[in-house]
C-alpha cells in the first residue's frame, strides 16, 4: 500500500480459521472511504504461497504443449474436474524463473529454453493472496529430458499434451480452456510469440 492507502485502513484483528493445505484466514478492520466516512468490514482471505506458470512453445512447429489434470473445485462447481492448463506451481521461496524452468520439467518431461517472464498478476485479489508470475519458454524436440507426469509422491497425476498453437488458442472460444493463467499465456502467445 502507499502511505495514503495505509492510512485508509485501521483497526486490523486477524483471526487463522484453518491452516490444513494453506492459509485461511478471517480479517476485521476499518475503511476510510473516498466520501470521508468509515466503514467497518470484515473479508476472509486465503494463501498457500505465490506461484508460477509458464507456456512451452515451438513456434518452428507452431506446436505448444498443456498438462491436464484433476482439479476438485472445478469438479464441485459443476465442470468434469480435469483441467487444461499451463504446467505450474508454487514458488517456496524460489526464484520465479528457476520455478518454472522445474517445473517444466517435473510435469512435461521438457528443458525449457529462453524463458521469458512476461508479467505477474493477482488471481483473485478480492479473496486470494496468490500472485502468479508468468512465463513463455520455447522448446524443440531435442529438449525432451523425461516423460513428465508431475511428481507421484506430491500426489501429480499430469496427462501432457502436445497440440497446434491454433488448437489450443481455439480451446478458450469453445471454454476447453477454463483456467484463467492459461487463458492468460495462450493470449499473450497469440500477440507475440504465434503472432
Known amino acids: 500500500m ?3 492507502d495505509k492510512g485508509r485502513i485501521a483497526d486490523l484483528d486477524r483471526q487463522v480459521l484453518s491452516q490444513e493445505w494453506g492459509v485461511l ?17 470484515t473479508r476472509e482471505t486465503y494463501g498457500r504461497g505465490d506461484g508460477a506458470t509458464v507456456l ?4 518452428a512447429r507452431g506446436m505448444v504443449i498443456l498438462i491436464r489434470q484433476f482439479r476438485l473445485p472445478a469438479l464441485r462447481d459443476g465442470a468434469d474436474g480435469f483441467l487444461w492448463e499451463a504446467p505450474a506451481g508454487l514458488l517456496d521461496e524460489a526464484d520465479p524463473a528457476a520455478r518454472v524452468a522445474m517445473e517444466a520439467e517435473e510435469e512435461t518431461g521438457l528443458r525449457l529454453r529462453d524463458v521469458q ?6 488471481s483473485s485479489p478480492g479473496s486470494f493472496l496468490e500472485k502468479m508470475h508468468f512465463f513463455i519458454g520455447l522448446y524443440g524436440e531435442a529438449d525432451r529430458i ?6 507421484a509422491e506430491e500426489g501429480e497425476d499430469i496427462e501432457v499434451v502436445e497440440m497446434p498453437f491454433a488448437r489450443a488458442f ?4 469453445s471454454g476447453e480452456i477454463q483456467d484463467a493463467k492459461t487463458i492468460i499465456l495462450l493470449q499473450h502467445a497469440k500477440l507475440t510469440t504465434f503472432a
Open 2 to 4: 502507499t502511505q495514503t
Open 25 to 41: 484466514a478471517r480479517t476485521r478492520f476499518r475503511y476510510l472511504r473516498r466520501d470521508g466516512t468509515w466503514r467497518e468490514l
Open 56 to 59: 512451452p512453445c515451438d513456434p
Open 117 to 122: 517472464k512476461i508479467c505477474e498478476a493477482y
Open 146 to 151: 523425461g516423460p513428465g507426469g508431475g511428481l
Open 170 to 173: 481455439a480451446m478458450i472460444a
